[in-house]
């Protein structure tokens, strides 16, 4: 797909997954579209992990909470942690995180699979239960679970405002023509 097809293509996806297993190479495949993210200062700190282990997905999805995602066939979690360099700013760990999630998104998209970003739902304990499935260090929060696999129906994306209303020519509000 070219980039402009992905980035037409991607949508937030809550349904039910094939069957399809996701392989050991595609998953690395996604987790290098996240983990080649820019990064504040190249701090890089967000860490991604790849789940293909059936018991740690069956136990995300649980925790989760949503039918839906216990039918991932694979799952990336990406956790991160304050990192900011003396004098440079704060942290940038969210928007880090940020660009690696919108990377992976675009990534699964790529082959012909299908997520959805899980953050607020899990800006909890949620996120703590994820964690220690996970082994995750006490300095980590998970910042993005996402359930991955092939998409067993076709849905419409929801429909963004026009672009007129947020995208400008040379200054604010003024119409790009
Ligand atoms: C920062 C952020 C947090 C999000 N958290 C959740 C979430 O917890 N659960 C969920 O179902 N979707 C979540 N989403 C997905 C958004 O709901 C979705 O991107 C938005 O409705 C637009 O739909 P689209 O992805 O199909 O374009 C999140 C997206 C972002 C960028």
């Not at 991955?148 to 405002?161: A, F, L, Q």
Request: glycine content about 8%.
């Amino acid at each position: 797909m070219s980039l402009k097809e992905l980035l037409k293509n991607r949508k937030s996806y809550r349904h039910n997954f094939t069957d399809r297993k996701i392989t050991k190479d595609e998953l690395q495949y996604l987790m290098e579209a996240a983990y080649l993210a820019p990064s504040g200062c190249n701090l890089q700190s967000s860490r991604v992990i790849g789940v293909l282990d059936q018991d740690k997905l069956d136990k995300l999805a649980e925790i989760f909470g949503f039918a839906w995602a216990k039918t991932a066939t694979a799952a990336i979690v990406i956790v991160t942690k304050p990192m900011a360099l003396e004098g440079k700013g704060p942290s940038r760990h969210k928007e880090d995180f940020g660009a690696a999630a919108q990377n992976l998104w675009l990534a699964i998209t790529d082959l012909g699979l299908a997520t959805t970003w899980i953050q607020g739902q899990i800006e909890n304990e949620k996120g703590e239960q994820m964690a220690e499935v996970l082994k995750v260090p006490g300095d980590y929060k998970v910042s993005g679970y996402f359930p991955i696999g092939e998409p067993s129906r076709e849905t419409v994306g929801p429909k963004k405002m026009p672009f007129e209303v947020r995208c400008f020519l040379d200054e604010f509000g003024a119409e790009f023509k």
